[in-house]
């Protein structure tokens, strides 16, 4: 049976060096928090907020996140497996060196992320706000972007190969490589 955490505002020492399994957190406030040593496994995260928080070695495996906020955060020094993000605000968050096996993003708005050096292959980023976003040297083969909003999306060094984009995906990322459409 699942352990359930509800209307619970976490401090930095409720967190440093603690392993979660198979807990529920619903309406719980993470920001500003620091991560250190921490892990979740087979977690849900329903309407909960980590903005501005710190994660430093810290692991999110099988975890389901829903209606939550995660803002400015950089992912750098975290491990994110078979992870499911939806409907989650995920502005200005930063991933570099990253793999991310087994993540989705339906729905989320990721306004504004950086992705450095990431292995986003075969990554299904269907319906995902990704407005002004930056992809830095990422392998992007297979990645789907299929109605999701790539407005302003700089593709920087990045391998394309395989890469699935509908119309409007296919004239946005032409305009962020200078391209200019005639009518």
């Known amino acids: 049976m699942m352990n359930s955490i509800k209307d619970k505002i976490f401090i930095d020492e409720d967190l440093k060096g603690a392993d979660f399994e198979e807990t529920k957190f619903v309406d719980c406030k993470f920001s500003k928090c620091q ?68 993540c989705l993003f339906p729905e989320s708005d990721l306004t504004s ?7 986003l292959s075969e990554m299904d980023l269907t319906r995902v706000n990704l407005e002004k976003g930056i992809f830095d040297y990422c392998k992007l083969k297979g990645t789907n972007f299929t109605d999701s909003n790539t407005t302003g999306v700089s593709f920087q060094n990045c391998q394309i190969s395989k890469t699935i984009l509908d119309l409007e995906g296919f004239i946005q990322f032409g305009l962020s490589k200078g391209f200019i459409l005639q009518s």
């Open 35 to 102: 991560f250190k040593f921490t892990g979740f496994e087979d977690c849900s995260f329903f309407n909960c907020d980590f903005s501005n928080a710190l994660l430093d070695s810290t692991s999110f495996t099988k975890c389901r996140f829903e209606d939550s906020k995660l803002n400015w955060i950089n992912f750098k020094d975290c491990s994110l497996s078979g992870c499911l993000f939806q409907h989650c605000l995920m502005e200005g968050c930063s991933f570099e060196k990253q793999k991310l096996p087994g």
């Open 113 to 119: 992320v950086y992705f450095a050096n990431c292995d």
